[in-house]
């Protein structure tokens, strides 16, 4: 069978390349050169698998798309009350370069310049020198990405000379007491962050990285802990994309952040890691047909994060009562994954059992099972056999033990 994968792919692209409005960045003079017509899409699945169409392997700097792992970074490196000290959480409503502080002197968030900036100089141990910083920045989305990430001396040096507005935001911040180190050292150190070259399928395979929890499925390596991804992953849905997170969250429905350079990132839970790229940008600073690509992505592929998933009400497999197969149990077939919503219409079954009589409880359909599924399937069969039931597991998967 020909997978038919990467034809929906080229077929989207082929249906995107149409929307041809927006204009290159011009504020950064080494950008303004890229070709305004390259368009290309990636796509990278739980177990590593990346498909690509269109300009897939062309490279381009990462800019603001490198917000979200230097916060994982960040937050890995010095903790999370660390990181919310100097950096809040909430939506700005502005533009990526505005002075957004809080009462307190807080960047309102690190997907904006000023707090990308702040976050940044967070990342690695307080006492470490400008280039262990750096090096830490580049190994660090090397290994989301999965590979050894170049750096762009051109397009370094074209904003290093235009930075004196994120140099003033860094200037901003260190007078509120939240930057930590010198302002032109941070300053120098995102620019660089910034200026690091990728492809679509690094994006890809990035977003994956997020959605799997922090572990990357092309190299297997455990990137950052999964409780950073839950944190960076939140933010990415409530001010990932500029000042029109709102909007995007709503139509598009996937935690994402763009850069000025014509990326945007994608990175559904569990699911998908997606990357497209196309320089010319919309009037908010995305890229246009990127922005199209994802809104097809989602409707097409059923993407959007808060569409509600028919699971917990198909936990229930089967029952089968005393004598129906010939002896004199009662069977309770489960299936599909054990989260929280399953498995209390589980117990509710369980619940409702007549009392005395011996059971099987077959997980034999059960794919997985959350930390909190597991642990009330076991309480369950402990109080039932505390109530002096007979219960039998059968659980060829170990799931219950996880
Ligand atoms: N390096 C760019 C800046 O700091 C990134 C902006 C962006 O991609 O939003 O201005």
């Known amino acids: 069978m020909r997978n038919p994968v990467p034809d929906l792919l080229d077929e989207l692209r082929r249906e995107c390349a149409g929307a041809d409005g927006g204009e290159v960045l011009d504020t950064i003079p080494e950008l303004a050169d890229e070709d305004p017509d390259r368009f290309g899409i990636a796509l990278c699945t739980i177990d590593g698998t990346v498909y690509g169409t269109g ?44 002075i ?37 920045v580049l190994a660090g ?63 890809a395979v990035m977003a994956m990285t997020l959605a799997a929890g922090g572990r990357n499925s092309v190299t297997g390596e455990q990137v950052v802990p999964t409780w950073v991804c839950t944190q960076v992953l939140s933010v990415m849905a409530t001010c990932g994309m500029y000042d029109a997170a709102g909007d995007w969250m709503s139509t598009v429905g996937i935690p994402a952040k763009s850069g000025v ?8 839970p569990g699911q998908v890691g997606i990357g497209a790229f196309s320089p010319r940008l919309d009037e908010i600073g995305s890229s246009v047909r990127g922005v199209a690509a994802f809104e097809r992505l989602s409707a097409e592929l059923g993407l959007h994060l808060m569409h509600a998933p028919e699971v917990a009400s198909h936990v229930l497999y089967g029952v089968v009562e005393p004598d129906a197969d010939g002896d004199e149990l009662r069977e309770v077939q489960l299936q599909g994954t054990m989260h929280f919503a399953a498995v209390e219409v589980a117990l509710r079954q369980l619940e409702a059992l007549p009392d005395g009589e011996p059971l099987v409880l077959d997980l034999s359909r059960v794919a997985s099972a959350t930390a909190v599924g597991r642990s009330l399937l076991n309480e369950a069969v402990e109080r039932m056999r505390a ?14 033990e996880g």
Request: aromatic content about 6%; glycine content about 10%.
């Open 261 to 268: 350079s014509g990326g945007v990132l994608g990175s559904l």
């Open 100 to 136: 957004s502080l809080e009462q307190n002197g807080r960047p309102r968030n690190p997907m904006i310049n000023i707090g990308a900036i702040t976050t940044h100089a967070l990342i690695g141990d307080p006492r470490w020198t400008l280039e262990e910083r750096d090096a830490r």
């Open 387 to 400: 109530d002096g039931r007979e219960v039998r597991v059968t659980d060829p998967d170990g799931v219950l």
């Open 141 to 203: 989305l090397s290994a989301f990405a999965g590979r050894t990430l170049e750096l762009d001396e051109a397009v370094f040096e074209s904003e290093r000379s235009e930075a004196s507005r994120n140099l003033a935001l860094a200037y901003l911040v260190h007078s509120q007491g939240k930057l930590d180190g010198e302002p032109h050292d941070a300053v120098d150190g995102y620019t660089r962050q910034c200026s690091l070259l990728v492809d679509v399928r690094d994006l």
């Open 55 to 98: 300009d897939a392997d062309h490279r381009f700097t990462i800019q603001s798309i490198s917000k979200p792992f230097a916060y994982a970074l960040a937050l890995a490196d010095r903790g999370r009350d660390t990181v919310l000290e100097h950096v809040g959480v909430e939506p700005s409503g502005d533009a990526f370069n505005e």
